[in-house]
């Protein structure tokens, strides 16, 4: 392999790619590469591994420190690659760190460290930490430790981060990393350097696989064992060895444009928006570019609120078989969200996605010929707060417009595993009691069982109030706990009138992270006048074809 006195990447990538990432680098890669070069330095890592970095998103990058700011600058470097909000706890004393203190979340305790990496982390910041220095505000670390400070376990616990491993390496022998070590800071430093220590450093990262927090917090272990099993997790990454921990894949690389628009060409045109977005109707085949991509950006979404298939790119069997609204930014070119959709009008309920999840009953032959199950619904990250998953709305009720025998709308909403067990409590409360059917038309796989005194802790807390008092309520104690009511459980009840949005039960999914997924069942005759007119929807007569249905032989 080259070896070359500045960072050096060792990847199996072609040369037009290598130039197509040299030419992509943000200016804080630039500065640290610059920096790296100015001294002499140098690190080596496979391209592919940065792959592993999620684009978006909380993570807590933990490493080693076997060269105090050396170390830390390498892995700068190769997290800059992918992400600009980066911060670190390390070394921020080391004379190798004088130009980045402004990325160190250290403080003058413990406890402002604490604080400022939980910030960090809370706008979904990426943050580096080498656990020697973290819980150490005062004193010296040791180069080599036999036990970390559990102090990064409780902050990644705290703030459910993902955890991404990367090991560094050094050829400097270890007396020099001792001698580096006592003497690092110090102007004796500097003169032993330039006699005995090489002029370059290469350090080599070894990149593991993402771990999510659902898969460290719920061990049954105490954090300090906790902290040494991550630990041991690092150098078998070192060594190449499988992991302790169940592991995500990178996400898949995003579809080539041209493959898009290619596809999206052949697609029925649902409509256009002021803010150059294009709302699509398509049906896509096995080797579809399209499904690809609504797969990848499907994990992507579902990944950051604490779901997601696992994979590197979320698509199922009932892909295929279901049409997809897609919306599309035409000035940016990509893919905004999806939703997914399929009329069950002359349909065995086992083909349905929902089957997988609940068993239908008798009772579903009410819904079943005049409906169409929505799911697997996503919004991509960036454009979160946007009107985009309003404009999604548009583009179903585009699809009712066409298609008058629907009037009933049902699919599974999910509550992510990330909410605490009081959270969900409080939510599957809520909706059990003012939104539960009587006559539920499925029985769930996997129930969502409620403790006795959630119960009663409900009971009370709603005891005498409407709905609408009730979730002010609900609003207000999810809000003590850092929780708000999902997106789509609102929505789904905000579009009808009384009795026009019902929940048929609420089941575990082991498939995504043992999320909680709701049956809602809405009757598009209930929608509520200022809804009808948002959606054009005001002529339309979801009752007239119930007496062609009766005439049906």
Same mark, same amino acid.
């Given at each position: 392999?080259?070896?070359?006195?500045?960072?050096?990447?060792?990847?199996?990538?072609?040369?037009?790619?290598?130039?197509?990432?040299?030419?992509?680098?943000? %200016?804080?890669?630039?500065?640290?590469?610059?920096? =790296? $070069?100015? @001294?002499? *330095? +140098?690190?080596?890592?496979? #391209?592919?591994? &940065?792959?592993?970095?999620?684009?978006?998103?909380?993570?807590?990058?933990?490493?080693?420190?076997?060269?105090?700011?050396?170390?830390?600058?390498?892995?700068?470097?190769?997290?800059?690659?992918?992400?600009?909000?980066?911060?670190?706890?390390?070394?921020?004393?080391?004379?190798?760190?004088?130009?980045?203190?402004?990325?160190?979340?250290?403080?003058?305790?413990?406890?402002?460290?604490?604080?400022?990496?939980?910030?960090?982390?809370?706008?979904?910041?990426?943050?580096?930490?080498?656990?020697?220095?973290?819980?150490?505000?005062?004193?010296?670390?040791?180069?080599?430790? %036999?036990?970390?400070?559990?102090?990064?376990?409780? =902050? $990644?616990? @705290?703030? *459910? +981060?993902?955890?991404?491993? #990367?090991?560094? &390496?050094?050829?400097?022998?270890?007396?020099?990393?001792?001698?580096?070590?006592?003497?690092?800071?110090?102007?004796?430093?500097?003169?032993?350097?330039?006699?005995?220590?090489?002029?370059?450093?290469?350090?080599?990262?070894?990149?593991?696989?993402?771990?999510?927090?659902?898969?460290?917090?719920?061990?049954?272990?105490?954090?300090?064992?906790?902290?040494?099993?991550?630990?041991?997790?690092?150098?078998?990454?070192?060594?190449?060895?499988?992991?302790?921990?169940?592991?995500?894949?990178?996400?898949?690389?995003?579809?080539?444009?041209?493959?898009?628009?290619?596809?999206?060409?052949?697609?029925?045109?649902?409509?256009?928006?002021?803010?150059?977005?294009?709302?699509?109707?398509?049906?896509?085949?096995?080797? &579809?570019?399209?499904?690809?991509?609504?797969?990848?950006?499907?994990?992507?979404?579902?990944?950051?609120?604490?779901?997601?298939?696992?994979?590197?790119?979320?698509?199922?069997?009932?892909?295929?078989?279901?049409?997809?609204?897609?919306?599309?930014?035409?000035?940016?070119?990509?893919?905004?969200?999806?939703?997914?959709?399929?009329?069950?009008?002359?349909?065995?309920?086992?083909?349905?996605?929902?089957?997988?999840?609940?068993?239908?009953?008798?009772?579903?032959?009410?819904?079943?010929?005049?409906?169409?199950?929505?799911?697997?619904?996503?919004?991509?990250?960036?454009?979160?707060?946007?009107?985009?998953?309003?404009?999604?709305?548009?583009?179903?009720?585009?699809?009712?417009?066409?298609?008058?025998?629907?009037?009933?709308?049902?699919?599974?909403?999910?509550?992510?595993?990330?909410?605490?067990?009081?959270?969900?409590?409080?939510?599957?409360?809520?909706?059990?009691?003012?939104?539960?059917?009587?006559?539920?038309?499925?029985?769930?796989?996997?129930?969502?069982?409620?403790?006795?005194?959630?119960?009663?802790?409900?009971?009370?807390?709603?005891?005498?109030?409407?709905?609408?008092?009730?979730?002010?309520?609900?609003?207000?104690?999810?809000?003590?706990?850092?929780?708000?009511?999902?997106?789509?459980?609102?929505?789904?009840?905000?579009?009808?009138?009384?009795?026009?949005?019902?929940?048929?039960?609420?089941?575990?999914?082991?498939?995504?992270?043992?999320?909680?997924?709701?049956?809602?069942?809405?009757?598009?005759?209930?929608?509520?006048?200022?809804?009808?007119?948002?959606?054009?929807?005001?002529?339309?007569?979801?009752?007239?074809?119930?007496?062609?249905?009766?005439?049906?032989?």
């Amino acid at each position: 392999m080259l070896k070359l006195p500045f960072l050096t990447a060792k990847t199996k990538r072609s040369p037009s790619m290598q130039e197509s990432t040299s030419a992509n680098r943000n %200016e804080l890669s630039k500065h640290v590469l610059e920096y =790296l $070069a100015e @001294h002499q *330095l +140098s690190a080596v890592y496979d #391209v592919k591994d &940065s792959l592993k970095i999620p684009e978006m998103g909380r993570v807590i990058v933990l490493a080693n420190d076997p060269l105090p700011g050396i170390s830390t600058l390498a892995l700068l470097y190769f997290v800059s690659q992918v992400r600009q909000d980066l911060r670190f706890i390390g070394d921020c004393d080391s004379p190798w760190l004088s130009e980045f203190r402004s990325l160190s979340c250290m403080g003058d305790s413990d406890e402002t460290t604490r604080l400022a990496a939980t910030e960090h982390l809370a706008n979904e910041g990426v943050l580096i930490i080498q656990p020697v220095h973290f819980g150490r505000s005062s004193g010296v670390p040791k180069l080599t430790q %036999e036990r970390w400070p559990t102090d990064f376990l409780k =902050l $990644a616990t @705290h703030t *459910l +981060s993902p955890i991404l491993h #990367v090991h560094v &390496s050094s050829d400097e022998q270890p007396f020099l990393q001792q001698v580096r070590g006592f003497y690092r800071g110090h102007g004796v430093f500097q003169k032993l350097a330039s006699r005995v220590l090489p002029e370059t450093y290469d350090q080599k990262l070894r990149v593991g696989e993402l771990i999510d927090a659902a898969d460290y917090k719920d061990l049954p272990l105490r954090d300090r064992f906790k902290a040494k099993l991550l630990r041991k997790q690092l150098y078998r990454v070192a060594s190449g060895k499988g992991s302790y921990f169940k592991t995500l894949p990178a996400i898949a690389l995003p579809e080539p444009r041209e493959h898009l628009l290619a596809e999206l060409a052949n697609a029925a045109l649902l409509g256009k928006t002021k803010d150059h977005k294009l709302i699509y109707l398509c049906s896509v085949q096995q080797s &579809s570019s399209l499904l690809r991509e609504i797969g990848r950006l499907r994990e992507q979404a579902f990944r950051l609120v604490g779901e997601g298939s696992g994979k590197a790119c979320d698509i199922d069997a009932y892909d295929l078989d279901y049409q997809h609204i897609v919306l599309w930014d035409a000035q940016d070119k990509e893919v905004v969200g999806a939703y997914r959709l399929r009329t069950t009008f002359d349909l065995d309920a086992d083909r349905l996605y929902t089957s997988t999840l609940f068993d239908y009953q008798a009772e579903a032959k009410r819904i079943m010929p005049r409906g169409v199950e929505l799911g697997r619904s996503f919004v991509q990250p960036k454009y979160w707060g946007s009107r985009s998953l309003d404009y999604l709305w548009a583009g179903i009720a585009a699809y009712i417009r066409s298609n008058p025998r629907v009037r009933y709308l049902l699919g599974a909403v999910s509550i992510s595993n990330a909410f605490s067990q009081q959270g969900k409590d409080l939510l599957l409360g809520y909706y059990g009691k003012y939104y539960l059917d009587d006559d539920p038309i499925v029985r769930c796989k996997r129930p969502y069982m409620m403790g006795y005194s959630a119960k009663e802790q409900n009971a009370r807390l709603f005891e005498g109030l409407d709905a609408r008092d009730a979730f002010v309520t609900l609003r207000e104690q999810l809000g003590l706990i850092g929780h708000s009511v999902p997106t789509l459980y609102k929505q789904y009840t905000e579009l009808c009138d009384e009795g026009g949005t019902r929940f048929h039960g609420f089941n575990i999914d082991p498939d995504f992270q043992d999320c909680i997924d709701g049956l809602v069942v809405v009757d598009l005759n209930r929608l509520k006048p200022l809804k009808r007119k948002r959606y054009e929807l005001v002529n339309h007569d979801f009752l007239a074809y119930d007496e062609k249905l009766k005439q049906t032989p």
